[in-house]
């Protein structure tokens, strides 16, 4: 083994840290027989010779040994390192993409030929991952096929190889891995399409081997099935993934030797001071939580791989959410909020079933379930029981001031998000000393202000508390406290004039007044509107001499108080021709808010929509939208309304809403509302996975919006949610 390591000048080479004068150590460490001592030696290897995904000389130079150390029969970790090649290798990584460190053109083309190198290198030895198919290590099997599919240059070759490997393959994890690497084959070549195709939906025959019962066969292939031809999904693809989700817990419990099956991870692996050692303790902490957490895996796959077949994806998701399994669950609670937030579907279920979370003991659930309720407040409302019946159960210890992190303050959260009344008790409670929530103000703008009128008290309490100091967060001169920021919005959300004398204390001396805190106190006013009279002197001083922004928010504050257009349009007018666009784009939402009083502003609006460079993204929404609301004619704002729905898609909820309000002149709109209307997508999903949550209320607002528009153009429009698939 490692023939000629010690004729490798290694010394004259890089790696992330130095001279690559340590790495034949390294080699040798993947060769050990201690199992600890080969994770420190790959953790070297992704730590310095390939740090973060870089490739030196020293990279290139190790890739023969490497291999090397695949072949050699019984050596343990074979898996690891075929997966470390598969990295090296880069997968046909974009060079121009890639973050290289200089704008030398001769360092540049040095580091873009080791690239290059390393490529060639790992496709030119990877023939003899072919001949390993049949190795005794299931590890190593397992990172085979992906691996074959990557980096071998004969495609028939693979497919014939995976073919075989699939119909005596015992290991269930194994197999698992060769359906996957059959989807990425077809995808990737598609003189393989057709054949794949047809070995992956055989296998839903049972024409599989000796794995072919194993449940996760069956999800697998159907999230392979989905991915890459989603036209061979039998018509039953939603029960027999359930089905087999069943059969994987009631298997779980009998352990993988009653399933004739290999474990897949018979050695424990060594407990050391790596990342990888801690990543995988990790991994392991969530999945032991989990039953068969595997088939979750395989089902978050499909979710991901189905896309936009959204009645399948919601049924998958229901049975998630009913599952007994408290791991399967989890996983479904972090699945609705991308899918209920990113898709237009039959949500009513999904959304009762989260909602039935809360009966849950383990505050967990409750708190996970609960959070992406609050998100989903738009169209929460076959879940508002199950929280309203969780809030009154009250806290199970006294508030805390941080009581929104409890699982009974997320509920809560959730609960006034939707503005529901019943909320309101609650909120009492916690607000009298605990944190102000930043989205406060919208909850109890939702409320019916009858409901919402006994939390004044408190939040001027609170309130004037703060600004005194007496909390501990003052909002002095130089200083913005989140808290007052919040207070003031919130105190004024339900249109009460009880925090008005805490709001003119903060205008009357805006030198001693954070800028936060100054323009949150300006945009209370606006909600006051001229129950707020009082503050017109200082309004008309901060609209005289005050900074950019605030000039903006006491301009528009001075008109909701009093009216004074005069005094307000030289300032808004000033504004449209702001070197910043974001002046321009407050200046333009005042105008639309404004409406017609702001007429003698059309001429400074149209040179603007006239000029590509200043009309395009978020600003062309808010262009048209105000000059249609300070009187353009329809004629006239139909192009800019047009092109602001292509220029960005946040901007689509309001043009659609200017549309609405046109009526049957909005006609030409009238195709792209259809299409809006009958896209399975929200029209903010921007395609992402993981943690992301899109904006539902907006895309429900668009929803209303629309289909008044169509109705008023007399079209007659969708009854009810597409659901794609």
């Given at each position: 083994?490692?023939?000629?390591?010690?004729?490798?000048?290694?010394?004259?080479?890089?790696?992330?840290?130095?001279?690559?004068?340590?790495?034949?150590?390294?080699?040798?460490?993947?060769?050990?027989?201690?199992?600890?001592?080969?994770?420190?030696?790959?953790?070297?290897?992704?730590?310095?010779?390939?740090?973060?995904?870089?490739?030196?000389?020293?990279?290139?130079?190790?890739?023969?040994?490497?291999f090397e150390l695949v072949a050699t029969d019984?050596?343990?970790?074979?898996?690891?390192?075929?997966?470390?090649?598969?990295?090296?290798?880069?997968?046909?990584?974009?060079?121009?993409?890639?973050?290289?460190?200089?704008?030398?053109?001769?360092?540049?083309?040095?580091?873009?030929?080791?690239?290059?190198?390393?490529?060639?290198?790992?496709?030119?030895?990877?023939?003899?991952?072919?001949?390993?198919?049949?190795?005794?290590?299931?590890?190593?099997?397992?990172?085979?096929?992906?691996?074959?599919?990557?980096?071998?240059?004969?495609?028939?070759?693979?497919?014939?190889?995976?073919?075989?490997?699939?119909?005596?393959?015992?290991?269930?994890?194994?197999?698992?891995?060769?359906?996957?690497?059959?989807?990425e084959l077809g995808i990737r070549n598609a003189t393989c399409a057709r054949q794949t195709g047809?070995?992956?939906?055989?296998?839903?025959?049972?024409?599989?081997?000796?794995?072919?019962?194993?449940?996760?066969?069956?999800?697998?292939?159907?999230?392979?099935?989905?991915?890459?031809?989603?036209?061979?999904?039998?018509?039953?693809?939603?029960?027999?993934?359930?089905?087999?989700?069943?059969?994987?817990?009631?298997?779980?419990?009998?352990?993988?030797?009653?399933?004739?099956?290999?474990?897949?991870?018979?050695?424990?692996?060594?407990?050391?001071?790596?990342?990888?050692?801690?990543?995988?303790?990790?991994?392991?902490?969530?999945?032991?939580?989990?039953?068969?957490?595997?088939?979750?895996?395989?089902?978050?796959?499909?979710?991901?791989?189905?896309?936009?077949?959204?009645?399948?994806?919601?049924?998958?998701?229901?049975?998630?959410?009913?599952?007994?399994?408290?791991?399967?669950?989890?996983?479904?609670?972090?699945?609705?909020?991308?899918?209920?937030?990113?898709?237009?579907?039959?949500?009513?279920?999904?959304?009762?079933?989260?909602?039935?979370?809360?009966?849950?003991?383990?505050?967990?659930?409750?708190?996970?379930?609960?959070?992406?309720?609050?998100?989903?407040?738009?169209?929460?409302?076959?879940?508002?029981?199950?929280?309203?019946?969780?809030?009154?159960?009250?806290?199970?210890?006294?508030?805390?001031?941080?009581?929104?992190?409890?699982?009974?303050?997320?509920?809560?959260?959730?609960?006034?998000?939707?503005?529901?009344?019943?909320?309101?008790?609650?909120?009492?409670?916690?607000?009298?000393?605990?944190?102000?929530?930043?989205?406060?103000?919208?909850?109890?703008?939702?409320?019916?202000?009858?409901?919402?009128?006994?939390?004044?008290?408190?939040?001027?309490?609170?309130?004037?508390?703060?600004?005194?100091?007496?909390?501990?967060?003052?909002?002095?001169?130089?200083?913005?406290?989140?808290?007052?920021?919040?207070?003031?919005?919130?105190?004024?959300?339900?249109?009460?004039?009880?925090?008005?004398?805490?709001?003119?204390?903060?205008?009357?001396?805006?030198?001693?007044?954070?800028?936060?805190?100054?323009?949150?106190?300006?945009?209370?006013?606006?909600?006051?509107?001229?129950?707020?009279?009082?503050?017109?002197?200082?309004?008309?001083?901060?609209?005289?001499?005050?900074?950019?922004?605030?000039?903006?928010?006491?301009?528009?504050?001075?008109?909701?108080?009093?009216?004074?257009?005069?005094?307000?349009?030289?300032?808004?007018?000033?504004?449209?021709?702001?070197?910043?666009?974001?002046?321009?784009?407050?200046?333009?939402?005042?105008?639309?808010?404004?409406?017609?009083?702001?007429?003698?502003?059309?001429?400074?609006?149209?040179?603007?929509?006239?000029?590509?460079?200043?009309?395009?993204?978020?600003?062309?929404?808010?262009?048209?939208?105000?000059?249609?609301?300070?009187?353009?004619?329809?004629?006239?704002?139909?192009?800019?309304?047009?092109?602001?729905?292509?220029?960005?898609?946040?901007?689509?909820?309001?043009?659609?809403?200017?549309?609405?309000?046109?009526?049957?002149?909005?006609?030409?709109?009238?195709?792209?509302?259809?299409?809006?209307?009958?896209?399975?997508?929200?029209?903010?999903?921007?395609?992402?996975?993981?943690?992301?949550?899109?904006?539902?209320?907006?895309?429900?607002?668009?929803?209303?919006?629309?289909?008044?528009?169509?109705?008023?153009?007399?079209?007659?429009?969708?009854?009810?949610?597409?659901?794609?698939?």
């Amino acid at each position: 083994m490692f023939t000629g390591i010690d004729d490798v000048d290694w010394a004259s080479m890089g790696h992330a840290y130095g001279d690559a004068s340590d790495v034949p150590g390294l080699l040798r460490g993947l060769a050990s027989s201690d199992a600890a001592e080969r994770e420190v030696a790959l953790d070297g290897m992704y730590g310095a010779v390939h740090h973060q995904g870089d490739v030196y000389d020293s990279t290139v130079a190790c890739i023969p040994f490497l291999f090397e150390l695949v072949a050699t029969d019984g050596l343990p970790g074979r898996g690891d390192i075929v997966d470390l090649l598969r990295s090296v290798d880069g997968d046909g990584r974009d060079v121009e993409e890639g973050d290289f460190w200089s704008d030398d053109e001769e360092e540049y083309a040095a580091w873009a030929a080791i690239l290059a190198r390393a490529e060639s290198e790992t496709r030119a030895h990877s023939g003899v991952l072919l001949e390993l198919l049949d190795d005794a290590d299931a590890g190593l099997r397992r990172a085979l096929p992906r691996a074959l599919v990557q980096l071998h240059d004969d495609p028939d070759a693979v497919l014939a190889a995976l073919r075989r490997r699939l119909v005596v393959e015992p290991d269930a994890g194994v197999a698992r891995a060769l359906v996957a690497a059959l989807g990425e084959l077809g995808i990737r070549n598609a003189t393989c399409a057709r054949q794949t195709g047809d070995a992956l939906a055989a296998l839903l025959t049972g024409d599989g081997g000796p794995t072919a019962t194993d449940p996760g066969l069956r999800l697998a292939v159907l999230a392979q099935l989905a991915r890459r031809a989603p036209d061979r999904l039998p018509a039953r693809t939603v029960e027999i993934a359930t089905a087999a989700m069943q059969e994987a817990r009631d298997r779980q419990g009998e352990g993988p030797a009653s399933e004739g099956l290999a474990p897949e991870d018979p050695v424990p692996a060594p407990q050391t001071s790596t990342m990888i050692s801690y990543l995988r303790r990790l991994r392991a902490s969530h999945r032991g939580a989990v039953q068969a957490p595997w088939a979750t895996e395989l089902l978050e796959e499909l979710h991901h791989a189905l896309d936009d077949q959204v009645r399948e994806r919601f049924a998958l998701l229901e049975d998630q959410l009913r599952s007994p399994d408290w791991g399967q669950r989890r996983a479904a609670i972090d699945m609705s909020g991308l899918l209920l937030t990113g898709w237009r579907g039959p949500y009513e279920e999904s959304v009762r079933l989260l909602g039935e979370q809360m009966k849950e003991a383990d505050p967990r659930i409750v708190r996970w379930a609960a959070s992406e309720l609050e998100w989903l407040y738009a169209i929460g409302g076959p879940a508002a029981e199950a929280l309203a019946q969780r809030v009154a159960a009250g806290p199970q210890f006294p508030v805390q001031a941080r009581w929104d992190e409890t699982s009974y303050g997320a509920a809560l959260r959730a609960l006034a998000a939707q503005g529901d009344p019943r909320a309101v008790p609650g909120l009492i409670d916690v607000l009298r000393r605990g944190h102000v929530p930043e989205e406060l103000g919208d909850w109890i703008g939702r409320m019916d202000p009858r409901a919402a009128a006994p939390l004044a008290a408190v939040l001027v309490g609170r309130l004037t508390g703060n600004l005194s100091g007496e909390s501990g967060e003052s909002a002095g001169a130089g200083e913005s406290s989140p808290a007052t920021e919040h207070l003031l919005k919130a105190a004024v959300a339900g249109g009460s004039a009880e925090a008005l004398g805490p709001i003119l204390h903060l205008l009357r001396t805006p030198e001693d007044v954070g800028g936060a805190v100054l323009g949150a106190a300006l945009q209370a006013v606006v909600r006051l509107g001229t129950a707020a009279r009082e503050a017109l002197p200082a309004l008309r001083r901060l609209t005289g001499d005050g900074r950019p922004r605030h000039r903006i928010d006491a301009a528009e504050a001075l008109w909701s108080a009093g009216g004074e257009i005069e005094a307000v349009l030289p300032v808004l007018s000033e504004s449209l021709s702001a070197e910043h666009w974001w002046e321009r784009h407050s200046a333009l939402g005042v105008i639309g808010r404004i409406g017609p009083a702001a007429a003698p502003l059309l001429p400074p609006l149209r040179r603007l929509a006239a000029s590509p460079e200043e009309n395009g993204g978020w600003v062309a929404g808010v262009l048209a939208v105000a000059m249609w609301r300070a009187g353009a004619d329809a004629e006239e704002s139909m192009p800019t309304l047009l092109h602001a729905w292509s220029a960005h898609r946040d901007n689509r909820p309001d043009v659609a809403g200017a549309w609405a309000r046109m009526g049957p002149a909005a006609t030409a709109a009238v195709p792209l509302l259809r299409q809006e209307v009958a896209a399975v997508r929200r029209h903010n999903n921007s395609g992402g996975t993981g943690r992301i949550r899109y904006r539902c209320a907006d895309d429900e607002r668009l929803l209303r919006h629309a289909r008044a528009a169509l109705t008023s153009c007399g079209e007659e429009p969708p009854s009810s949610t597409p659901v794609g698939g």
